[in-house]
């Protein structure tokens, strides 16, 4: 299980995230909301041994993150950063493949798990292609499948840390991709993502956690936290908070 307690960063000087108490619980979606400078992305960075902690514990299975080597943390972590690049003429399939590396599992073993990763993300047509050629969208749907690929077929003891994943996406894929996350925490996965949608978070995030200012404005269900009063206070944002005819979850509409 990944945790962190009483967790303090500081990024050029300024604390950009103070006091979070935070666990990622297996078979669940956390959504991470909150607006630009929230710590959203420090959170993240916190979470994957990228940040450096200034007072406070990152810890996996109780252990510190930090203490964990690296080929055995990268068989139980994976991490989908906001902007994922690569200048060199990888094929797709190879790109994905690089979320193999620290299994070691065989040809044919890591070949057919790329083969699955790229189902889920909605790009196996995409095998053979060139990553250079692809579009923006093609290219964040091709590293998500990269990350499933690190953790296939994803189990208890696992986290998955997702940092906008549908931000370049078009309104299909974004529940595409959503639908492959939620797919991946009912295998028992913990998976944390960072989330603009409010309906998005609505919909597919079992909790919500709400920053404001580096610290913890509010966490709990969906129902519990995307409700007007804290999403005018967080965001300035005048909504209204009705229950979606069909599936049940908030539905939030800005007035």
């Not at 044919?108 to 798990?113: L, R, V, Y």
């Not at 964040?140 to 499933?148: D, F, I």
């Not at 079992?206 to 269900?221: A, F, I, K, M, Y």
């Amino acid at each position: 299980m990944l945790r962190v307690e009483n967790l303090h960063v500081r990024r050029a000087g300024k604390e950009v995230l103070a006091g979070i108490d935070l666990q990622l619980l297996p078979g669940q979606v956390l959504g991470v909301l909150g607006p630009n400078g929230a710590g959203k992305s420090s959170l993240l960075g916190a979470l994957s041994g990228e940040l450096a902690v200034h007072q406070g514990r990152v810890s996996l299975d109780d252990q510190e993150l930090a203490g964990w080597e690296g080929a055995l943390r990268a068989q139980r972590l994976a991490v989908l950063p906001q902007s994922s690049s690569l200048d060199f003429a990888f094929r797709a399939e190879e790109v994905v493949g690089l979320g193999r590396l620290p299994h070691q599992s065989g040809r044919a073993h890591d070949e057919a798990i790329v083969h699955a990763a790229l189902e889920a993300a909605d790009v196996a047509h995409l095998w053979g292609c060139s990553y250079l050629a692809l579009s923006g969208g093609e290219r964040q749907r091709v590293h998500l499948a990269r990350v499933l690929a690190q953790l296939w077929p994803g189990q208890p003891g696992h986290s998955l840390l997702l940092d906008e994943p549908t931000s370049a996406l078009d309104p299909l894929h974004q529940h595409i991709t959503l639908q492959a996350v939620r797919a991946f925490a009912e295998r028992g996965v913990a998976v944390l993502i960072i989330l603009h949608d409010l309906n998005l978070a609505a919909r597919y995030c079992d909790r919500v956690l709400l920053l404001e200012g580096g610290r913890q404005h509010s966490l709990g269900t969906p129902e519990q936290v995307l409700r007007p009063e804290p999403l005018q206070a967080v965001f300035g944002l005048e909504v209204l908070v009705q229950q979606h005819p069909e599936r049940g979850h908030p539905l939030i509409i800005a007035r």
